[in-house]
């Protein structure tokens, strides 16, 4: 009996146990569910709350190159944006050493707020659209644009800042210079000095802001190094083809000029224009080589006083041996002063010898030197009646002649003339003195007066042509006449004179 109380306690004990135990497992499960059903409520208001924030302010643990700007205003993250990025150191240094720093905003460089502002403004609405309710954290880069502050950049590269214990020297080009010892123009090589240029320090700088910043807007600083490119530029060196063409352009002109001379020509006789005299005339700078054209003009000047001849008064000295004064001399030569310059500089620049005869204005039929004769002249005196022919300094013709009678308006125009034409046969006439005449042989000297054949006359010479004299032509026996004409050709010079 007792056994049977026992095992029925016992079951009862185990019935109690078994249910004590299932409200346990329930009450467990209840709890469980519960703290899901918490949690599970807190992650829907988390993210409802998150996604009404993410409508004015930046996404949660999001950079922006490296600069945090979680859950910021647009306007706050940009800010803090340009901040970042004008406070960025600014260094320069030179030859390792550091000379001048500052700050990219002090220096003129800062981000343009209104596209910084945009671009933040486009990146947190695409943002909204493609994240998912639990967010990672980012580091993002976004476009931008960099606004500069010239006035302020250029302050900042003023020389003042990059000042050195020793003066800066300033670089200077290669340039040609003459050295008196060689003789000749050099080249003196360029040097390129530590001068700062503004506008190349400036390129200097913008290229490395370039650089430094394809890592990234913002980083620990941008090192601006000083080097050749900061200086001034050296544009022309001693390898530059222009000045070496220039160089080798002085120094033949300068050979030119060493080496030519001038031979004059004047028949027979020759005048030298040498080289020294010619080097004489330069004017040797390093700008290159200048003739003296004073120089010049008194060489032309002195040839011209030398071997002029036409209106020149004329000494001649006649047959007989006398020396008689030609004034009204029309006969000779007479140098063209400017064209011979002109043709004189050209020369000079030849570097050879030339051999020519002066330009001249007026030429007579031939010269030797100072001689403008030569030899070959006709020589009619006057007051003796006669005619005298030479050629190559020989005695061709002498005869006698009647000359134009001795009163004002028919006397024979004395002075140094050229035979102007020949005409055989010719027609003689005035309608002054009224007659027309035949000739054979015509040579007009000046003013309508000649020589010329007269068959009417019987004799010449002598007194005849005081009272029968002819109107100003030379009067001629035909037999001379035709000598005479076959002999000379126009230009030939005729010596009219009377003695006293």
Request: with cysteine; net charge negative.
């Amino acid at each position: 009996m007792d056994q049977e109380k026992h095992a029925a306690y016992q079951k009862e004990r185990e019935y109690q146990q078994r249910k004590s135990e299932i409200k346990d497992r329930r009450r467990r499960s209840l709890t469980k569910q519960a703290a899901v059903l918490v949690l599970f409520l807190a992650v829907i208001a988390l993210a409802l709350g998150d996604y009404c924030l993410d409508q004015t302010r930046m996404a949660h643990r999001l950079s922006v190159y490296g600069v945090s700007v979680s859950g910021m205003t647009v306007e706050n993250a940009a800010q803090k944006i340009e901040t970042a990025f004008a406070s960025m150191p600014l260094i320069f240094t030179e030859n390792g050493g550091e000379l001048y720093s500052t700050t990219l905003g002090e220096a003129g460089f800062s981000l343009d707020m209104d596209a910084l502002r945009e671009i933040l403004r486009e990146t947190q609405s695409e943002m909204l659209k493609t994240r998912g309710l639990i967010e990672q954290k980012q580091n993002i880069e976004v476009d931008y644009t960099i606004l500069t502050d010239e006035a302020a950049l250029s302050d900042t590269l003023s020389a003042e800042h990059f000042e050195v214990e020793l003066a800066r020297e300033a670089s200077s080009e290669a340039y040609i210079t003459y050295d008196s010892e060689a003789g000749e123009f050099v080249i003196v090589s360029s040097w390129q000095g530590n001068a700062i240029d503004e506008d190349n320090l400036r390129g200097v700088l913008l290229e490395t802001l370039e650089e430094t910043l394809e890592d990234g807007l913002v980083q620990e600083s941008v090192t601006v190094r000083l080097d050749v490119r900061s200086y001034e530029t050296v544009e022309v060196t001693e390898d530059s083809e222009e000045l070496n063409g220039e160089l080798n352009e002085l120094n033949q002109s300068l050979e030119n000029y060493r080496n030519t001379s001038i031979v004059y020509v004047f028949g027979q006789e020759t005048e030298v224009l040498d080289s020294d005299t010619i080097c004489s005339w330069l004017t040797i700078t390093d700008n290159g080589v200048e003739l003296n054209e004073s120089l010049i003009w008194t060489y032309i000047d002195e040839l011209a006083d030398t071997y002029n001849t036409k209106y020149n008064t004329r000494y001649f000295t006649t047959t007989a041996g006398d020396t008689v004064t030609i004034d009204n001399n029309e006969y000779g030569y007479r140098i063209d002063e400017d064209a011979e310059y002109v043709q004189l500089c050209e020369d000079l620049e030849s570097g050879t010898q030339i051999e020519r005869e002066p330009v001249y204005s007026e030429s007579g039929l031939a010269r030797n030197g100072v001689d403008d004769l030569a030899g070959s002249y006709i020589e009619v005196s006057v007051d003796q009646q006669h005619l005298w022919l030479y050629k190559d300094y020989s005695l061709v013709v002498s005869t006698d002649v009647v000359t134009g009678k001795p009163t004002e308006e028919r006397e024979t125009l004395q002075g140094a003339f050229s035979i102007a034409y020949k005409a055989s046969p010719y027609t003689l006439s005035s309608d002054y003195y009224g007659y027309e005449t035949d000739v054979t042989y015509w040579m007009p000297f000046a003013n309508g007066q000649g020589l010329h054949d007269a068959t009417w006359r019987s004799s010449f010479g002598g007194s005849r042509y005081e009272n029968y004299g002819s109107h100003g032509c030379v009067n001629l026996p035909l037999s001379a006449a035709e000598t005479i004409y076959n002999t000379i050709t126009a230009g030939y010079p005729i010596i009219i004179y009377e003695r006293e």
